[in-house]
């Protein structure tokens, strides 16, 4: 069945940097885009990122733009979030999911993860 | 203060039928796909209703989504213990050029 499974989450300290990888199964990676999501603490969602099928096109909530990268590895079927300069608010649960359409990544997402923790703390 | 405007709280009894209101804009609901999230406490959101008004298989159908205009809707009928968790309706925005989401409307089940 379709399956995300994100690692590399964990306690880092304001300014430092922290990469996460979510890897994907169970459906042809390499046609679908992908999204990041985080959740803070006691509050709702918020999309972070997406990255299109072939990574020819990427697209960020402005509270991270050059700070945040969203890339992928079709040979790995893994999808990445490499996250520099960190900031407390940036403390969230990060989910990766799926894109719902396989012709555009402009959508909502259908397949979550069961998401890693980030905790951005001195 | 989200793109997307839900109610924070909703409630009903057993055996009950609820809707949760969705509000959004041309660049967003008017123009895209409309998905509702459920999330259970301590777990990730599982998809409910894709594309404005259509269940993955394995949603009962006391699910059941709607459109119109710049607002969505999700309905649940024959209320339940077990649906009592957060759910999140969520768009594309083409202005903002990425996914926007509602605030989140937590379901009491009394």
């Known amino acids: 069945q379709v399956q995300l499974v994100e690692s590399g989450g964990g306690v880092v300290q304001p300014g430092r940097s922290l990469r996460l990888s979510c890897a994907a199964s169970g459906f042809t990676f390499s046609l679908y885009g992908m999204h990041w999501v985080r959740q803070a603490p006691g509050k709702g969602l918020e999309w972070v990122a997406v990255i299109s099928y072939d990574g020819s096109y990427k697209y960020y909530v402005d509270s991270v733009k050059g700070r945040f990268t969203i890339s992928r590895d079709k040979s790995k079927n893994t999808l990445y979030l490499q996250m520099n300069s960190l900031r407390a608010e940036d403390t969230a649960v990060y989910y990766c999911a799926k894109v719902s359409r396989v012709d555009t990544a402009m959508d909502g997402m259908d397949v979550w993860g069961q998401g890693t923790t980030v905790t951005v703390s001195s | 203060q989200s793109v997307l405007t839900q109610p924070p709280s909703a409630s009903g009894t057993p055996g009950q039928r609820v809707t949760i209101s969705c509000s959004g804009s041309?660049?967003?609901?008017?123009?895209?796909?409309v998905y509702w999230y459920q999330q259970l406490p301590g777990t990730a959101p599982k998809l409910l209703i894709y594309r404005n008004d259509h269940r993955p298989s394995g949603v009962p159908d006391r699910f059941s989504g709607s459109k119109s205009g710049t607002s969505a809707s999700l309905a649940i009928s024959g209320l339940r213990s077990e649906d009592e968790a957060d759910y999140y309706c969520a768009a594309w925005d083409d202005s903002l050029s990425g996914v926007v989401f509602g605030g989140g409307t937590k379901l009491t089940v009394l």
């Open positions: 041309s660049s967003n609901i008017g123009s895209n796909f």
